[in-house]
């Protein structure tokens, strides 16, 4: 049995700061573990591992990493608070506030928070001793800062819920100290709440994000948002949604399900839209210099697929957090969640406990999204970016047709586009046209059918759904956002569907041929 090392048990870390020379030095203090004789000692003479001799005992003691650890998280917890009180603005809630950042990337979210921080003498001090404190504890405990993309719903869902998955299954680092702030708007004030509860939360980690090197090992911003919320090596099937409901939370999400004459027990289905009035209503029509109408759909494009889920004894709420219109619907299972009973919160529950959801692809989807729930998207033309890694995710493609000669894209010409600004599809050539009504209403219910385990999978679906598979990820899997992090890793299948009834009437998209009668015969 290999014996245990006599250790020094720290009980105190104490900082000492010299502002004039921009050096601090951190002093472990604590008891011999054979003698109990207590001493100090500069952490900066010893590195992890080794050890210095009692005064008491003469024993070779090594300083218990665990202890500075612990000591040292508190630390700088204790500065980040102190440093907080004299640090402003703290984000406010983004319908409150006129946009001001026009590029979608972290650094132009994060710079433009950090136009409005006001930092007084005694807060450079504080911002200064707390680098200095991170640099010095490094050896013992990696301290690293970062700042949520909570301008946009569905980056501070799930990106968030993808850092978390990562460090579950050992993914890049997992014993460091990490702390968030958030952007300069704040989406939903109640999804800010819940994250408070499962992280290390400061306001003053976004300043030291905003200006820390991209690549600096204190800063956590690469790591959270150059994947774009994508479960690029499908962990999310191995980890559990890291976000939860209290009992209270719970009533009182019964109490409003009642108070929009949802029985208890009763399953509903939310589908979501995405239209011009929430980015001028919520987001602010100055926020971006590029308009994003291509994934825009309202609820008349699920009208038919809403009437038929209510027929089948479903609750059907319209979500949203802006509409452009009422909604007319005399079923009684159809209800307008959106303008009449919406809150914060119930946008949490609801995605979080629907059957499934189905929306175009938006933020919206994002909460449906980290509690694995499942979704039928609309619309959903970039392939790079597609949910691959739930089995319970089903999605159309819009029609895209080359702007010349009227011929239907293929899926390989599909995956070659990048993401068009807005709805700027002229200058790709392509003609973009919406999924029909129809088209939602066959998705919806072949979703309905899986979970109620009545679907048929017929042999000519399996070999289209194949050909898909095949075509995605030969021509998509491996390819790099913009800041080198892959949406889809080499090595991971498609686990995600598109929709059956879709594919049959679309034979265009696997090229001239490729899925005749003939060709079906011969695979």
């Known amino acids: 049995m290999q014996e245990t090392r006599p250790r020094l048990h720290v009980q ?22 054979e003698c ?11 590195a992890p591992g080794e050890t210095t001799a009692c005064a008491g005992c003469g024993q070779s003691l090594e300083p218990s990493k665990t202890d500075i650890q612990r000591l040292g998280k508190s630390l700088v917890k204790k500065y980040m608070d102190s440093l907080e009180r004299h640090i402003a603005p703290w984000p406010e809630h983004a319908a409150s506030q006129e946009g001001k950042h026009s590029r979608f990337d972290c650094y132009s979210t994060m710079n433009e928070y950090l136009k409005d921080v006001r930092l007084d003498v005694r807060a450079q001090d504080e911002l200064s001793l707390l680098m200095a404190l991170a640099l010095e504890l490094r050896p013992w405990l990696l301290v690293r800062f ?12 799930m990106n968030t819920e993808n850092y978390l998955s990562r460090r579950d299954v050992g993914i890049g680092f997992t014993d460091s100290y990490d702390i968030f702030g958030y952007g300069q708007f704040v989406i939903n004030r109640q999804l800010k709440r819940k994250w408070d509860e499962v992280l290390n939360t400061s306001q003053t980690a976004t300043v030291f994000a905003s200006m820390m090197p991209w690549d600096s090992p204190h800063s956590i911003t690469k790591e959270v948002f150059a994947n774009q919320g994508a479960d690029s090596a499908q962990i999310w099937r191995k980890t559990e949604p890291h976000l939860c409901f209290s009992e209270e939370e719970l009533r009182y999400a019964r109490s409003e399900l009642e108070r929009m004459g949802i029985q208890p027990e009763s399953e509903y289905v939310c589908i979501g839209e995405r239209t011009s ?3 001028k209503t919520i987001l602010n029509a100055n926020k971006f210099k590029q308009t994003s109408n291509s994934r825009d759909a309202g609820f008349d494009q699920f009208s038919l697929a809403a009437m038929a889920l209510a027929d089948r004894g479903y609750f059907v709420l319209r979500m949203g957090a802006a509409s452009d219109l009422d909604l007319c619907s005399s079923h009684p299972r159809i209800i307008d969640y959106a303008s009449k009973y919406r809150s914060e919160f119930m946008d949490l529950y609801l995605g979080a406990t629907c059957r499934f959801f189905a929306a175009p692809p938006s933020g919206v989807t994002s909460i449906a999204s980290i509690f694995r729930r499942p979704i039928v998207f609309s619309n959903y033309f970039y392939t790079k970016f597609t949910q691959h890694w739930l089995e319970n995710i089903l999605f159309l493609l819009p029609h895209l047709y080359n702007k010349n000669t009227q011929t239907h894209l293929s899926l390989a010409e599909y995956a070659l586009l990048d993401q068009p600004p807005g709805d700027r599809w002229e200058n790709y050539g392509v003609t973009f046209v919406s999924n029909t009504p129809e088209e939602m209403l066959h998705a919806c219910l072949e979703m309905d059918d899986h979970l109620s385990g009545v679907w048929t999978e017929t042999e000519e679906d399996r070999l289209r759904q194949t050909r898909v598979r095949q075509q995605l990820e030969s021509s998509v899997r491996g390819k790099k956002s913009p800041n080198g992090i892959p949406f889809w890793e080499s090595g991971t299948p498609m686990r995600s569907l598109v929709g059956s009834r879709f594919l049959k009437d679309n034979p265009a998209l696997f090229g001239p041929g490729a899925m005749t009668t003939s060709s079906f015969e011969h695979n």
């Open 12 to 33: 105190w870390l104490t900082p000492s700061m010299d502002f004039g020379r921009a050096k601090l030095t951190l002093h472990a203090s604590g008891l011999c573990s």
């Open 36 to 46: 109990g004789a207590s001493m100090s000692l500069a952490l900066d003479e010893l």
């Open 146 to 157: 970062g700042a949520m993309q909570s301008s946009y719903f569905g980056h501070m869902s």
């Open 277 to 279: 009035a929430y980015r």
